[in-house]
């Protein structure tokens, strides 16, 4: 008979997997549709009173500025209040995912007419007005770098989501090991996972045999640790975790002796991964970043063509821009669409849970694991196992290593009872 257990870690049994800075992304956005329509309100009278159509024209045209950043301030306030809401069997956290997609819609919509128009004054030269235009294109600019810098004050609108795990790699700081049985590079793997030891043969001749290797680290205070290796297919990868800091000798057991190496700790660094990816905060920085850019290019263009009368250099701005927008309106309708079909975000996530579990003897029978959030993840794993005594909770406590892994549901399959 199989054994179920379904838990969250981190966030008890209440499914709320919000990211890390929802409340503060959800603020900036809001402020954001503030400065918008103010520059909106200000532009439309100030257009009407002094008879000016580009004006006019520019407020109308910051007003769908500020409804698409209504589309991620509004996914933010409804995830939050709507976050312990039952109804939603995983959480709200993937509303942002959903309104980052809805965003990626309508920029590549905003791409498609801006293409439009631009081939038509290709087609059909109409008269630039610069004494007004190129103010205007300046004063837009000047609106989104104002917006640029209050999305992107913790870096999350330019896609390096700050998420509940921060780590560091080594991954940089590469050991190279001379030796009789070949050259071995040893390093500190650490991306998205707690840090392990990894040994990978640098040539054809170099063999490596996980039981008849080990790596034994002694720190300042004399303290050492053994650390038992296995083989991960091309590599050995330690079984443990290393604890921090990542500062001690290291003495490397191989076939043909012990090699001695010296690790020095590093600065900290933010981990940068999809699984880890706010695509809301993400989807409203990229609209404020198009319209920047498209304000760039038309001042460019508009420059250009006053000062040397060359016409069409402003629809070949906006051609370029077009072209700009649908690349990023793309990426974000990959990454987003992604996560809303439930691909797996994290591959290295789901290769760390099935080798915790067979490490241990047992057998994956079926392994699922998909982003519920920015920063979490779920995973329904089904174990086969001929010890009696593992139930659910001994394979949720082997998993709560993993950073982000929020919500686990386990299936325990007894071979003896099957047989």
């Not at 290709?122 to 609106?143: D, T």
């Not at 300042?220 to 604890?243: M, N």
């Not at 990229?286 to 760039?296: E, K, L, Q, R």
């Not at 959030?373 to 001994?394: C, K, L, Y």
Request: glycine share 10%; proline share 3%.
């Amino acid at each position: 008979m199989s054994k179920f257990e379904d838990a969250a870690f981190g966030a008890g049994h209440d499914h709320i997997f919000l990211g890390a800075a929802h409340e503060d992304n959800e603020r900036r956005t809001w402020m954001v549709i503030a400065l918008c329509s103010a520059m909106m309100v200000a532009e439309i009278v100030g257009g009407s009173l002094f008879g000016s159509l580009a004006l006019v024209a520019d407020g109308l045209h910051m007003s769908t500025h500020a409804g698409a950043m209504l589309i991620a301030a509004l996914a933010y306030t409804y995830a939050r209040k709507h976050a312990g809401d039952s109804r939603f069997v995983f959480g709200t956290g993937k509303l942002g995912d959903l309104a980052g997609f809805t965003s990626a819609i309508v920029l590549a919509m905003i791409a498609l007419l801006i293409a439009y128009e631009a081939v038509s004054r290709f087609l059909s030269p109409v008269p630039i007005h610069f004494g007004q235009a190129i103010p205007i294109a300046v004063l837009g600019l000047l609106v989104n770098l104002a917006s640029v810098w209050l999305l992107s004050g913790d870096h999350h609108g330019h896609g390096h989501s700050h998420g509940h795990s921060h780590g560091h790699s080594h991954e940089e700081e590469v050991h190279r090991i001379f030796g009789s049985a070949g050259v071995f590079a040893l390093s500190v793997f650490e991306d998205g996972v707690p840090p392990v030891f990894r040994i990978s043969p640098e040539t054809d001749s170099s063999k490596l045999n996980a039981d008849a290797a080990s790596v034994t680290t002694i720190r300042p205070d004399g303290t050492r640790q053994t650390f038992a290796l296995v083989d991960r297919g091309g590599y050995l990868e330690s079984k443990d975790h290393i604890p921090e800091p990542h500062a001690f000798k290291a003495v490397v057991r191989l076939p043909d002796g012990e090699h001695q190496v010296l690790f020095e700790e590093h600065e900290h660094a933010d981990a940068q991964d999809g699984a880890n990816r706010d695509h809301n905060i993400r989807s409203a920085y990229i609209h404020v970043i198009a319209d920047a850019a498209v304000s760039v290019l038309a001042i460019i263009g508009l420059l250009l063509a006053r000062a040397f009368g060359w016409v069409w250099m402003d629809p070949l701005a906006g051609v370029i821009g077009a072209l700009v927008i649908a690349n990023w309106s793309w990426g974000l309708m990959r990454d987003t669409g992604g996560i809303l079909l439930d691909m797996n975000a994290d591959k290295r996530m789901s290769e760390n849970v099935r080798h915790v579990i067979e490490d241990n003897g047992d057998t994956v029978l079926d392994l699922h694991v998909w982003r519920v959030g920015p920063g979490h993840m779920s995973a329904i794993v089904a174990v086969a196992t001929d010890e009696s005594r593992r139930n659910p909770s001994f394979y949720r406590a082997a998993l709560k290593r993993f950073k982000g892994l929020s919500h686990v549901t386990v299936e325990v399959n007894p071979t003896r009872a099957v047989a």
